[in-house]
């Protein structure tokens, strides 16, 4: 599965909405906050904003020290909530230690919560309800659509069951009447669950804790890579690619599978939430 491919085509209609939005005279607008200096966290913020600026999306950067006080953390989020320029706010993860993650995304106006994180998306997301889905199961179930995978009575696992991935993953594919297990590090038979599943999400980004070989899948079984490893300055998934490709009916690569694709819908968000504004739907 080409995610390349997939997120350029779903661009094009987030650059579409872009411009109605602008002839409406709402300028979309997305804020990122970063928090520290950690490499890969402003490799991510830098993509996300080249990204955004390509559609059309403009952004206001806001970058600050390592050791901000969680509370002037939290008025910084304040004022980007009642900031009628600003239609989505992004709080890129990891913060520090001494900043209780939970408390600040829970600060987020749920209408501009373009990562889909707070309670309150979470919640909508629970019952199917429309909402702001977080970024890379979205991506993951657009990529589905797009190869015409149906998961109605697959049995799907995931191999993780964080707030990012697997919980909201797991959502998404039992609204579509898939039979969902969900894998960690205390799960036990992994090998064996592995061995009966249809669909196979993987998303642990350890190579020293796990891989995904080829003898751990049946015949045919769809597989999603959502790994994100360096390693001697190359970015590698959890999935043994060359020998897993020649058993998977579908395979995604790394990078270029479904690392497109979690941007893209950051975008995609972006534009619904300032659609929002304008009542146009989407």
Same mark, same amino acid.
């Given at each position: ?5 997939? /997120?350029?085509? #779903? ?14 005279g ?7 906050v ?10 991510? +913020?830098?993509?996300?904003q080249?990204? /955004? ?6 952004t ?9 006080s969680?509370?002037? @953390? #939290? ?17 890129? !993860? ?10 600040? #995304?829970?600060?987020v ?37 797009f ?6 009575? !697959?049995?799907? +696992? +995931? ?10 993953? =797991?959502?998404?594919?039992?609204e ?22 249809? @669909? ?14 080829a003898s ?7 597989? #999603? ?23 998977? =009916? ?7 599978? +479904? ?5 893209? !819908? @950051? ?8 659609s ?7």
């Amino acid at each position: 599965m080409d995610g390349k491919l997939v /997120a350029r085509e #779903i661009r094009k209609s987030v650059l579409k909405r872009v411009n109605e939005l602008k002839g409406k005279g709402i300028d979309p607008c997305l804020a990122t906050v970063l928090v520290g200096t950690d490499d890969a966290s402003i490799i991510y +913020v830098n993509s996300k904003q080249k990204a /955004a600026a390509s559609l059309g999306i403009s952004t206001k950067d806001f970058r600050l020290d390592s050791k901000i006080s969680q509370h002037e @953390l #939290i008025e910084l989020i304040t004022s980007l909530n009642n900031d009628q320029r600003i239609h989505g706010i992004l709080i890129q !993860m990891p913060l520090p230690s001494h900043i209780d993650e939970f408390t600040v #995304i829970n600060n987020v106006n749920p209408n501009k919560d373009v990562d889909g994180l707070t309670p309150t998306s979470g919640g909508l997301l629970l019952y199917g309800k429309d909402s702001l889905i977080p970024c890379t199961p979205f991506g993951i179930i657009r990529l589905l659509d797009f190869y015409r995978i149906s998961v109605t009575s !697959m049995n799907a +696992v +995931v191999v993780n069951r964080s707030n990012l991935v697997g919980k909201p993953l =797991s959502l998404l594919l039992l609204e579509r009447d898939a039979t969902v297990t969900i894998c960690h590090s205390r799960t036990k038979n992994l090998n064996r669950i592995l061995n009966e599943a249809d @669909l196979v999400v993987t998303a642990v980004g350890n190579t020293n804790k796990f891989v995904l070989s080829a003898s751990m899948l049946r015949e045919g079984a769809v597989v #999603i890579d959502v790994g994100n490893n360096r390693r001697n300055g190359k970015v590698t998934g959890d999935v043994d690619f060359e020998s897993v490709k020649e058993k998977a =009916s579908w395979i995604t690569p790394v990078p270029g599978g +479904v690392g497109p694709m979690t941007i893209t !819908m @950051l975008l995609y968000n972006t534009a619904k939430a300032a659609s929002s504004v304008s009542n146009l739907k989407g």
